[in-house]
Structures are given as structure tokens and as C-alpha cells.
């Protein structure tokens, strides 16, 4: 069979090594290995009772046609409802799309931004899959380089040095993929105001311990805003995410969604609003969950020799600092999986300033998580003692 011609654009996307990573774990598994898994940021909760409901009560109602390809105008008004209790933030349902999930709505806000050439300025480390949906736009990625000892985030000062006339956008994630830190508030009003257009991934809201997280709408409303229901409402198979976007680009947005992906889940949308409006004594009951795991978590890898100077207050990630043991993240990932059972994430996954590092999820149990840091600790032990 002669070898497949494959364009230039699909060849230069590069492997999500999380994904590698828990794949690889699931083949142990099928071997009859047991693995504890502190790699993948899935919630391991039940998706709540009443949001299971009103998906069945849709279905029984036979709610299973499309629906408008802005997505049902009771949820867009349920999340407009959502974005001003919370923030004080005024938001069109109109200029809401419903999407199948958030990668769509990152896709479509690129695919709508982006000419040829334009720059977008993400921070490093950063979430994996960034770099690939810009490029895929035609876009060109510059890298700031963010430091620890900052939370891994944008500070105030960082910003404007980068700006440049080919800027067309900055984009922020807090809490963040992979470090679970918050950006300040004094950094979000100082990119908004650099007139750069920003695309701020919010799909960690509501996931936050001890702190206040803040949406980039309560700075600017020249902004994308990307979130949805997969990590905060335990609802990753469901695929339901949405895209606030300014003024201006939603019929553009609309057109794409139209064309690519007509419309999101009809009886998906009709369950997110009853994850908006009942759900809300299970998801304080998930928070509190996750805020004794991720203290848990914190308390181990720092008793295992891990460095981490800023210690995270939102999502369910820690990234912890492993140069001490190998410099080489992914293969020291492979060693911990292959030899101690456990499945974490390698720091190079989310690029080159989080190499040294590791991610590990606490989007599982305290008993998986103390059982994990005993594996690990064993496995320390005697790659030093060899």
C-alpha cells in the first residue's frame, strides 16, 4: 500500500502525552496490572442525580432533534443568568454559542480570530493543546516564559513587554492547566487594558479553594470567554461547553458552527441548565472532596522530596518540581508508570519551561492518592539506592 500523502498542517500536530501516558496505563490494566491514576484530569464523581433527570426527561420528551446552532436559548439564558449572579457581569444569551464540549469553542474563537501571521502570546507552561489549535488557525504562538515562584501565571509587569503590532490576542487559563493556580485580578485588568484581544479559559471556575476566581469579562468585554460543564459538574462524557464572544464575531461564529458541527447534544443542553440551576448541594460537596484531596496531595509530594513553591488553589492539579530526580520528564513518567504503578503527567507535555516538572491530578481518591505517593516513594528509594 503506498504511504499516505498527509498535509503539513495535520503532520505538525504532536501527540498529547497525557493522553500517551493513560493509554499506556490501560494496557497494563488489561494485562492484570493495578495502577493508581494521578495523570488524567477527569473527575472520578457520578455526574449529579439531577442533572441525570432532566437529560432522561428530555430524552422520555423526546427532546432529541437539533436545536438552534447557538444552542438552546433557555441554557444560553441560564448561563447569561450564571455569568451576572456570579460575577456582576452583563452577557447577551446572543452572543453565547453552545458547543460540543470546549475544544470546539477554542477551535471556533481561533478559527474566527486568526489571518495568517497573527500572533497570540500563551504562557510557558501552558495547557497542551493550545499551541495546535493556533496553529491550526495559521496563527503564530509567542511564548512567555512564566516563573514558579509567579504561580505560573501572567504577573501585571509581564504583559505589555511582549505586545507587539502583530499581536492579536493573549491567552490566559485560570485556574490554570497544568500548575491549578489563579492569575490576579491587577494582571487580568492590565492585559485588558493592551487593547489585545483576550481569550481567557475559565472551564476551571467554580473549582477554587480559599480564593475568588475572576472572569475576564468583569475587565473587558473585548474578549472570548471558553467554559462548559465536563470538569466542574462531572459531566466530561457529555460533551457541553460553551463560547462567550464579543460583540461583532458571533454570526461569524455561528456561520462555522453551522458548517462544522451544525449543533451541540439536544438533551445534553437540556440537562447543563438543570446543572446551572439545581445541582448546586453535590457540586459544594465535590469542591469540599477535592480541597481535602488536594491538601492530601501536597502533604505527600512535599514529604517525597517534590519542590512546589506556590501551592495551588483551584482545578485539581499539582505540577511539581522534579529536576532533582531526572531532567527528562516524560521518561521519568514512563519509569514511575512502568515500575511503581503510577500514571502522572510529564512536565514537557504542556512545553519547554515545564520540563524538570510533573503533573499530578488529585481528581481521585485520598486512599488512591496515599497509595500512589507510597508507590512513588518506594520507587525513589531504590532508583537511588541502583
Known amino acids: ?28 490494566e488489561r494485562r492484570g496490572e493495578d495502577i493508581v491514576h494521578l495523570e488524567v484530569g477527569e473527575p472520578d464523581f457520578r455526574t449529579p442525580k439531577p442533572i441525570i433527570e432532566a437529560a432522561i426527561m428530555a430524552l422520555i420528551d423526546g427532546k432529541t432533534h437539533y436545536t438552534h446552532s447557538l444552542g438552546l436559548l433557555e441554557l444560553r439564558e441560564a448561563i447569561a443568568e450564571h455569568y451576572y449572579d456570579k460575577y456582576g457581569v452583563n452577557v447577551s444569551p446572543e452572543n453565547i454559542i453552545v458547543t460540543s464540549g470546549t475544544s470546539p469553542a477554542m477551535s471556533l474563537a481561533f478559527c ?20 495546535n489549535f493556533i496553529r491550526v488557525a495559521d496563527g503564530k504562538i509567542k511564548y512567555v516564559p512564566v516563573r514558579e515562584e509567579d504561580a505560573f501565571q501572567f504577573t501585571a509587569e509581564h504583559v505589555s513587554e511582549f505586545i507587539t503590532p502583530a499581536t492579536r490576542s493573549v491567552v490566559i487559563n485560570s485556574p490554570s492547566n497544568p500548575a491549578g493556580t489563579l492569575i490576579r485580578p491587577e494582571a487580568m485588568a492590565q492585559i485588558a487594558e493592551t487593547g489585545a484581544l483576550v481569550i481567557s479559559d475559565e472551564i476551571y471556575h467554580g473549582l477554587v479553594y480559599g480564593e475568588k476566581e475572576h472572569t475576564i469579562l468583569e475587565f473587558t468585554d473585548n474578549a472570548f470567554v471558553i467554559n462548559g460543564f465536563s470538569k466542574l459538574y462531572a459531566m466530561t462524557g457529555w460533551r457541553i461547553g460553551y463560547l462567550i464572544a464579543p460583540r461583532g464575531f458571533t454570526r461569524t461564529i455561528q456561520n462555522l458552527h453551522q458548517n462544522f458541527f451544525i449543533a451541540a447534544n439536544s438533551f445534553g443542553q437540556w440537562a447543563a441548565i438543570a446543572a446551572l440551576r439545581e445541582s448546586h448541594e453535590e457540586i459544594t460537596a465535590m469542591i469540599n472532596t477535592y480541597d481535602q484531596r488536594r491538601k492530601c496531595i501536597l502533604e505527600e509530594l512535599k514529604a517525597l522530596g517534590f519542590s512546589i513553591k506556590v501551592e495551588p488553589k483551584g482545578a485539581f492539579y499539582v505540577l511539581a518540581g522534579a529536576s532533582h530526580i531526572s531532567r527528562d520528564s516524560y521518561k521519568l513518567a514512563q519509569e514511575i508508570l512502568r515500575q511503581a504503578k503510577v500514571a502522572v503527567t510529564p512536565g514537557i507535555d504542556f512545553g519547554a519551561n515545564g520540563e ?28 537511588q539506592s541502583a
Do not use: W
Open 112 to 131: 474566527a480570530l486568526l489571518s495568517p501571521g497573527d500572533e497570540v502570546i500563551l504562557t510557558d507552561p501552558h495547557y497542551a493543546c493550545y499551541p
Open 1 to 28: 500500500m503506498q504511504d499516505p500523502k498527509i498535509s503539513e498542517k495535520a503532520s505538525s500536530v504532536k501527540p498529547f502525552l497525557v493522553m500517551e501516558i493513560m493509554e499506556k496505563a490501560q494496557e497494563m
Open 356 to 383: 524538570g516538572y510533573l503533573r499530578f491530578s488529585y481528581a481521585n481518591s485520598v486512599d488512591n492518592i496515599r497509595e500512589g505517593a507510597r508507590r512513588i516513594k518506594a520507587f525513589l528509594e531504590q532508583r
